[in-house]
């Protein structure tokens, strides 16, 4: 599966109550579990008016239906390549072929 990062404008996102964040996570779970195993939501980061979604899936169409049907909207989604943290900085050159 691929690795995405969906960009989801909500005005107010972070405001949100825990029980407003825990009926949209439970209706989030309940549709991906209906569209099978070729999605999985990895973790969200909520920042102000914007939520940041990490998703597993064989495509950008999954993504897609998984809003349409929840309602939650999708701003953008783009694909993820690579990953890259501090180790990265200190690599030896033999490993760096990996990234």
Request: glycine share 6%; with cysteine; aromatic share 8%.
């Amino acid at each position: 599966m691929n690795k995405y990062l969906i960009e989801r404008q909500i005005p107010g996102a972070g405001k949100m109550s825990l029980e407003e964040i825990r009926t949209v996570a439970r209706k989030s779970v309940n549709v991906l579990a209906g569209l099978g195993v070729e999605i999985q939501w990895v973790e969200s980061y909520v920042s102000g008016d914007k939520i940041y979604c990490v998703y597993l899936a064989a495509n950008e169409e999954l993504i897609r239906e998984h809003s349409r049907l929840t309602g939650i909207p999708v701003n953008s989604i783009s694909e993820v390549f690579r990953v890259i943290d501090p180790t990265v900085a200190t690599l030896a050159d033999s490993s760096a072929d990996r990234f």
